[in-house]
Each structure stands twice: as C-alpha cells, then as structure tokens.
Nanobody
C-alpha cells in the first residue's frame, strides 16, 4: 500500500512563492513518475506538472516558467516550487503516482492566492 502526504500549502499574496512537498511511504518515487494535480472550486482536477523516473518534466501551459517540479529519491519526496503565484493558482493541490497499474492520491493541500 502506497501512501502519499502533501504539505506546504497556505495563503500567500499574488507574486509570492510556496513550495509543496509530497512524501511517499515507500521507495517508489525512484521508479515511477509523479504528478501534481490541482482542483479549483467548481472546476475539474487538472494536471499541473509531472516528473518521470528519468527526471524529465512536463508542465501545463499556465504554470510554465513559474512552477518547478523536482524529486529527492533518497527522501522519497517530490517538490513543487511555485513562484510568481496568481489568484488563479488557488486550488487544492494533489500528489499522484501509478504503481503496478494502481492509482494513488494524497489528500491534498490547499493553496490560496489573494490579489
């Protein structure tokens, strides 16, 4: 059983920064891709960033150049550094991975950006 725990959310003013962390219960991150998703009020959950086992990264267009995903395999943790935050970045952010064809999600961490 894989457990993912997000942390680092909070309230920040527009233009500010936050770093989210996703800690896994086991040593899975070194062999699996990990995603950050977000869900804003009244909207569908969307993929924000992905990092593969080979450290390739992908971002949705709206966060390109502002967010950076990274991983520390020794600590079983994936990070999402978020800079130049905008009010439209307000959402619950979820960590996700796929292990042996099973999807695992964290419970999410709330990020609120005020103008």
């Amino acid at each position: 059983q894989v457990q993912l725990v997000e942390s680092g959310g909070g309230s920040v003013q527009a233009g500010g920064s936050l770093r989210l962390s996703c800690a896994a219960s086991g040593s899975i991150f070194s062999i699996n891709a990990v995603d950050w998703y977000r869900q804003a009020p009244g909207k569908q959950r969307e993929l924000v960033a992905r990092i593969t086992s080979g450290d390739s990264t992908n971002y949705t267009d709206s966060v390109m150049g502002r967010f950076t995903i990274s991983r520390n395999n020794a600590q079983n943790t994936v990070y999402l550094q978020k800079n130049s935050l905008k009010p439209e970045d307000t959402a619950v952010y979820y960590c996700h991975t796929l292990v042996h064809m099973a999807h695992y999600w964290g419970k999410g961490t709330l990020v609120t950006v005020s103008s």
